[in-house]
């Protein structure tokens, strides 16, 4: 049972577009949303996280938009360069119990074209 | 920088041998989880430790998986016998501890296995 659902599988964007991944989950227990950003043969590698207590987040290009009602968050790139081009993963966690482990979407492989 | 270093990089197996994977997290790390990622997919939990306590094992085949972390320190994680749906990349990785200032988990390169 998938327990953060992401869409979409692949993403293909222009350099400077914007390209928006989506998330969703169903645990309202969870309580941290981070993405990660994965190089091929590459571990994964955190690039910004949300807690539910706010709607947006902001780390230079990268953005987190979180809707704690519908239980989606998603992640906006500006100005996408050809460097940008990973597979991103969405995930989730609870904070208030020991095991914080962390469960992950599916990925999205994004290729931004110079 | 601290990284968190995985050994080997690449393994091949046969079906039916046993095959094992190191991990050594960031200096200071109490909380070390073993990921499996298939490829295509997002990684998902066999392990996690706090300090040397297993925290979470539930995902664990325990059949024909183990882990251990005897000091709190380096861990290792076990296969045997390696079947052919075990190919994936296995991945380590460690946090701080608990709470939210202390939760990024920094990860490690992983282990590439493919059982042939």
């Known amino acids: 049972q998938q327990q953060v659902k992401q869409s979409p599988q692949s993403l293909i964007v222009q350099k400077g577009g914007i390209p928006i991944i989506n998330c969703a989950y169903e645990?309202?227990?969870?309580?941290?949303f981070p993405w990660y950003q994965q190089f091929p043969g590459k571990g994964p590698a955190l690039l910004i996280a949300i807690r539910p207590d706010v709607s947006e987040k902001k780390e230079g290009r990268f953005t987190i938009s979180f809707n704690k009602s519908a239980k989606q968050f998603s992640l906006h790139i500006m100005d996408s360069q050809p460097g940008d081009s990973a597979t991103y993963f969405c995930a989730a966690s609870t904070l208030r119990t020991g095991a914080n482990n962390l469960f992950f979407g599916t990925g999205t492989r994004l290729t931004v074209i110079p | 920088e601290a990284e968190v270093a995985q050994s080997p990089r690449y393994k091949i197996t046969e079906k039916s041998q046993a095959v094992a994977f190191w991990c050594d997290p960031i200096?200071?790390?109490?909380?070390l989880y073993w990921y499996r990622q298939i490829l295509g997919q997002g990684p998902e939990l066999l392990v996690q430790?706090?300090?040397?306590?297993?925290?979470?094992d539930s995902q664990l085949p325990k059949d024909r998986f183990s882990a251990e972390r005897l000091k709190g320190v380096d861990s290792t994680l076990k296969i045997q016998p390696a079947e052919l749906g075990d190919s994936a990349m296995y991945l380590c990785?460690?946090?701080?501890?608990?709470?939210?200032?202390?939760?990024?988990?920094?990860f490690g390169q992983g282990t590439r296995l493919t059982v042939v």
């Open positions: 645990n309202t227990a969870f309580d941290y």
């Open positions: 430790f706090q300090d040397e306590s297993v925290v979470d």
């Open positions: 200096s200071g790390h109490a909380t």
């Open positions: 990785a460690s946090s701080p501890g608990q709470g939210f200032m202390n939760t990024e988990a920094f």
